[in-house]
């Protein structure tokens, strides 16, 4: 599966984590360009992301995370 591919699909997630239709992220999102983006909301966010994918991320993987990017990325190293 390609980044773009998993780019789509997670701004599909976050919309519905988020319950906001207006979301619309890019490689380069971070927490801070999306407002209801808190610690709470974070770790429903990366559970959907893992139920979706039926993957597992390592705690090291999910430290590492700066923007919706590096999360596009560590879901296609876990799909492979």
Same mark, same amino acid.
């Given at each position: 599966?390609?980044?773009?591919?998993?780019? *789509?699909?997670?701004?599909?997630?976050?919309?519905?984590?988020?319950?906001?239709?207006?979301?619309?992220? %890019?490689?380069?999102? %971070?927490?801070?360009?999306?407002?209801?983006?808190?610690?709470?909301?974070?770790?429903?966010?990366? %559970?959907?992301?893992? *139920?979706?994918?039926?993957?597992?991320?390592?705690?090291?993987?999910?430290? @590492?995370?700066? @923007?919706? =990017?590096?999360?596009?990325? =560590?879901?296609?190293?876990?799909?492979?």
């Amino acid at each position: 599966m390609k980044e773009s591919e998993i780019l *789509k699909e997670i701004n599909k997630i976050f919309i519905d984590v988020f319950e906001d239709n207006s979301i619309v992220l %890019t490689e380069a999102t %971070t927490t801070t360009d999306v407002e209801a983006w808190d610690s709470l909301n974070h770790i429903r966010m990366i %559970t959907a992301v893992e *139920k979706h994918y039926k993957i597992r991320f390592k705690l090291n993987d999910l430290l @590492n995370f700066k @923007n919706v =990017g590096d999360l596009c990325r =560590g879901v296609e190293q876990n799909l492979h």
